[in-house]
């Protein structure tokens, strides 16, 4: 499928947490197939460095922050005059560990980034461009929203919120926007890197597929769901997992992931 097909040639993107990993890939992605890119992330020296190599533009800020959605979604529509797209992708996982040892602050923070942040850009891009115009939302969610796992209860937690909140804002806002979203299962990423790095192949040799996933399995999961191939879906959930949910039928060994989880901390952010 060549990237004209998409029908995302001149339409606008809007990605946050679009300078590294699964952002990045999905802002690179939508600039192959034409789109014009809007990326946001913490670090202003990255943002602008990926906006120039894209070709787009980018404003630094953190999505937690319940100024910066606004912002963002007003930088957008002054650079391009549009908004077509949102892809909803930063995201934290802290805190890290058992619920019951849980800094409620933490907890907090998590529902802010992954949960409240993706509605209100959802709700500033509405306002300001989609409400007329119609556009698509995509959400970056997990596989492991859908079960439990060792040590990472906020995360799945909140990304479980997310998963119904992409399905509340799909009824909403259907016909003129649609709102979909994408759990990637364990993926080459520094924020999981603590995950695959310490043994990759007895994860890979897990997995049905026989590998853990790149940023580019996500992005083109992404690209698809956000682009005219796909009009007729909304309220979706793609899981792009390598076979992660089938693994049971594919080995009776024990699953290294878990494994990982349960002896190995995520760096700070």
């Avoid at 805190?95 to 209100?120: C, H, I, K, Q």
Wanted: glycine share 12%; proline share 6%; net charge negative.
């Amino acid at each position: 499928m060549t990237a004209s097909s998409y029908g995302l040639r001149g339409r606008v993107a809007l990605i946050t947490g679009g300078t590294r990993g699964i952002g990045r890939a999905v802002a690179e992605a939508f600039a192959g197939a034409g789109a014009l890119v809007c990326v946001s992330a913490r670090d202003a020296g990255e943002v602008a460095r990926v906006a120039e190599e894209l070709g787009g533009v980018g404003l630094a800020g953190d999505v937690g922050d319940p100024e910066h959605p606004e912002e963002l979604a007003e930088f957008a529509l002054r650079a391009f005059g549009r908004i077509d797209v949102v892809v909803n992708n930063a995201a934290t996982n802290q805190p890290y560990g058992p619920l019951m040892d849980a800094d409620p602050d933490a907890w907090r923070t998590a529902f802010t980034v992954n949960v409240e942040a993706p509605l209100r850009l959802t709700q500033c891009v509405w306002r300001a461009w989609m409400r007329e115009h119609g556009g698509s939302v995509v959400n970056v969610c997990t596989e492991g929203a859908g079960h439990v796992g060792p040590n990472v209860g906020a995360y799945s937690t909140s990304k479980a919120a997310l998963l119904h909140l992409t399905q509340q804002l799909a009824g909403e806002l259907a016909p003129g926007v649609r709102v979909n979203s994408v759990s990637p299962g364990l993926v080459r990423t520094e924020m999981a890197r603590f995950v695959w790095e310490p043994g990759e192949a007895d994860v890979a040799a897990g997995l049905p597929l026989g590998r853990i996933g790149e940023p580019a399995d996500i992005a083109q999961a992404v690209l698809w769901l956000a682009s005219d191939r796909a009009e007729w879906i909304t309220g979706a959930d793609l899981l792009v997992d390598g076979g992660t949910r089938v693994r049971a039928a594919y080995t009776s060994g024990g699953y290294a992931v878990h494994e990982r989880l349960r002896s190995a901390m995520p760096p700070r952010p």
